[in-house]
């Protein structure tokens, strides 16, 4: 609109400048018409009036029609999203979903993917596999815990360890039992993780019955406890653990169950007690991808409690930093806990996020991870979606430490080795955990900016949800356009503060796919979101566009065009009803037809990612198109004026006559150019094009019969000549010629990605890639 403006402006002044020249030439005034002159005493007139007149004149510049025109095409954007049965989920019945219609373009622009992990690329079907208690592991062999004889038999025989460990699998969570008029029982979870290890307890005759209040029943080889639960210490993103106090009704001991990350947990043991077996544990797990966590508990003393009840309450009934001083009040209860083993869970894949990771890096674009697992788990689950490579291939970057210099000295190392390789083929990424990212957020921000710009891929583990939204923000103010996306709730905050938010619509509720922008069912569906619909909304939104400017420059130009033989009057060439008429009926559908326009069949984008370039780097809507536009607009609107006024000014035509066959010319022009610049074509388009063609002699005939309407009989009397017709051959001609054969030059000679591949779909031959070709 900027450029538009200026042209406007500098137009006005250009028309009253001309002007000026005419009053300079005191033997010229003779020349000059009555309606053009000036009372010398009214020199301001000259300088403000004439200037406002072509103001007015030069309104119709800036196409007021193209808020409407693009409202209207970006809310079918958001339609054919809707409506598209391949991304549908069929297993969850969940259709895609486009919550904002603004956006479709920026979808084909996306160079930066920040994505979630669980839920988003893997199923968050969470099943229990491993498990180690007391120091022993379970599930090595089999790979399912729960068919392991050794822990089936320590069950059996009360194991101290094992039953205190199946007691916090099935006490320590916020799951609700629900039990079926048959007596099947069913659990109702807030996380997978803890419907995973409830449902894992069960199967090991540690039964969650019942939780009426705080009251809980659990069944266990054929035994009923009754626990009263005291107190429910939640888990937040801080403090990465949650814990439960309960008491044993029978015995009325009271303990504290705690169950959370490894580094959250084990710095917690009490003194003595040796953690390196669990520790080796984690590792082991993490190395094949499993989800770990640490579980704990300790006996509490009646007074301690009763003293640490007060404090709790307290907290909770603060009306000033509530969450902090709750943090803090139960951080003095959470200490000198018994480790009493880990847990592995299993969180597959979703079926085609490799593959489409790999294609959307082959677009060029760059993929983050976010995640708040351990950085062993989140490796292997970026190896095996083909976020990262494995060596030789790629390389990883670690930037660790627990101060400001290890932090410091790490990113230091991390940035120098990103300089020096940055122009090798291999592939590089950085991984970095959320106690490092803390510090180099606070400190050393410009750094970490100058490391994301040079890295491509980038995993980030024990994030919180805040790390995440000022991960995006820093991308943001590197001018890369993002994308986000997740699942959970705890993705909102990054959905939000990226350009573009994604939503799946998971097990773990709607709340990502609400505040998105787009909701799809799985992650495979982002593929065809960007590459298909993002690409093909950016380049019918850049034509559209500047097609708006270029018919509002072309009808302006002639005006212009017209002052010069008007005696710079200021006079409109074309009546208002015409200049209405020419914005809302006569050039405005054919361009709304290019909604349905593909460049490429889907097929052979999908299978030529590449393309994605010319969106990403602006190559069909930037100031070098818009000039082209311009210089197009202009040329025809010297052509149509000059044919124009060459043929009829001999004849001595009325004004209207003339305005009407200008009008028309420009018309033709419009519809040639419509068709020349679509790349497909269908029944409604040739119709939008072609009918509204047709309409425009069919609505001015019905005008030319009215005698009141101010064009009675024009339009008969053009069309019986057979030089408005010579008239507009010679418009289409002349205007066409050079830009069909600037067209052919550079479909021959210079083509472009795309038109190769538009070659190699016209010649309905085999399908080749671009690497082929």
């Known amino acids: 609109m900027d450029i538009a403006e200026a042209i406007w402006v500098g137009s006005c002044i250009i028309d009253s400048m001309c002007f000026q020249g005419l009053r300079v030439d005191e033997s010229s005034r003779v020349s000059m018409q009555w309606y053009v002159k000036y009372d010398d005493d009214e020199p301001w007139y000259q300088i403000l009036v004439i200037p406002l007149r072509f103001e007015l004149l030069c309104s119709i510049m800036i196409p007021i029609s193209i808020k409407v025109s693009l409202d209207f095409v970006k809310s079918l954007y958001a339609k054919f999203i809707d409506w598209d049965e391949e991304m549908y989920d069929k297993e969850t019945d969940t259709p895609a979903h486009a919550a904002n219609t603004a956006i479709s373009e920026d979808l084909g622009q996306v160079e930066y993917i920040l994505t979630d992990k669980t839920g988003t690329l893997t199923e968050n079907k969470m099943i229990f596999r491993r498990c180690c208690i007391g120091g022993t592991l379970y599930g090595n062999e089999s790979g399912d815990a729960l068919k392991d004889v050794e822990l089936l038999n320590a069950v059996a025989n009360n194991s101290p360890h094992v039953i205190k460990f199946l007691t916090v699998m099935a006490l320590c969570n916020t799951v609700i039992p629900i039990k079926s008029p048959s007596g099947q029982i069913s659990y109702k979870a807030q996380s997978q993780d803890e419907d995973a290890l409830v449902n894992a307890a069960s199967n090991l005759h540690m039964v969650l019955v019942s939780k009426n209040g705080n009251n809980a029943e659990i069944h266990f080889n054929r035994r009923v406890v009754q626990y009263e639960i005291l107190d429910v210490l939640e888990f937040t993103s801080d403090r990465k653990r949650m814990s439960v106090l309960i008491s044993d009704s029978e015995s009325g001991k009271i303990f504290l169950l705690s169950k959370g990350a490894d580094e959250a947990i084990l710095p917690l043991a009490y003194s003595g007690q040796q953690i390196k077996t669990f520790i080796d544990a984690v590792d082991k797990y993490a190395q094949l991808g499993l989800r ?68 959307l890096r082959q677009s060029g674009i760059n993929f ?48 120098l080795t990103m300089r020096i390789t940055s122009s090798e083929p291999k592939e590089l990424a950085f991984v970095v955990d959320g106690w490092a990212l803390e510090i180099i957020l ?110 509002s420059l072309l009808i302006c130009f002639i005006q212009i065009l017209f002052s010069f033989v008007s005696g710079i009057a200021g006079t409109s060439l074309f009546n208002s009803v015409s200049l209405m008429a020419y914005n809302v009926f006569y050039t405005s559908i054919p361009v709304l037809t290019t909604v349905l326009d593909k460049d490429l069949s889907e097929r052979t984008v999908t299978q030529n990612p590449e393309i994605l370039l010319y969106c990403q780097a602006g190559r069909l809507l930037n100031p070098s198109t818009f000039a082209g536009w311009f210089g197009r607009s202009l040329y025809h609107a010297i052509v149509v004026f000059l044919i124009t006024i ?78 408005y017709w010579i008239t507009m051959l010679l418009i289409s001609g002349v205007g066409m010629g050079p830009v069909l054969a600037l067209k052919y030059f550079r479909y021959t000679y210079s083509p472009s990605a795309i038109n190769i591949l538009q070659k190699a779909e016209r010649s309905r031959g085999p399908m080749y890639t671009l690497v082929h070709l």
């Open 292 to 359: 770990t966590l640490c579980l704990a508990w300790r006996e509490l003393g009646l007074q301690e409690y009763l003293e640490w009840s007060r404090l709790f309450k307290e907290a909770n009934s603060a009306l000033i930093d509530r969450e902090w001083k709750v943090a803090e009040v139960c951080q003095k209860l959470e200490h000198t806990l018994d480790i009493l083993g880990i847990s592995a869970i299993e969180d597959r894949l979703q079926a085609g996020v490799p593959e489409t990771i790999e294609i």
């Open 368 to 415: 983050w991870m976010l995640t708040g697992d351990k950085q062993s788990t989140a490796i292997q689950i970026a190896l095996l979606c083909n976020l990262i490579s494995s060596e030789p291939k790629g390389q990883l970057l670690y930037i660790n430490g627990k101060t400001e210099d290890e932090v410091a000295r790490s990113l230091e190392r991390v940035l």
């Open 442 to 551: 606070t400190r050393y921000k410009e750094a970490f900016t100058e490391l994301a710009v040079l890295s491509k891929t980038a995993i980030c583990c024990r994030v919180t949800p805040s790390q995440k939204a000022q991960l995006v923000k820093l991308l943001k103010s590197c001018d890369y356009r993002t994308l986000a996306i997740g699942d959970g709730g705890n993705d909102v905050r990054m959905i939000q503060q990226a350009h573009i938010g994604v939503g799946i619509s998971g097990r773990e509720g709607l709340q990502a796919a609400r505040a998105a922008d787009y909701s799809i069912g799985k992650f495979r569906f982002l593929k065809r979101l960007i590459l298909v619909h993002g690409r093909y909304s950016y380049n019918r939104t850049a034509f559209l566009s500047q097609y708006s400017f270029y018919k």
């Open 646 to 723: 060459h043929v009829y000014a001999n004849e001595k035509s009325e004004m209207e006559e003339l305005s009407m066959v200008a009008l028309s010319g420009s018309i033709w022009l419009q519809a040639f150019v419509v068709t020349l610049e679509m790349n497909s074509f269908t029944f409604v388009q040739f119709l939008g094009i072609w009918g509204n063609f047709a309409a425009f002699y069919i609505i001015n005939f019905g005008i030319s019969s009215i005698p009141s309407a101010g064009m009675y009989t024009i339009m008969f009397r053009l069309c019986r000549q057979p030089s």
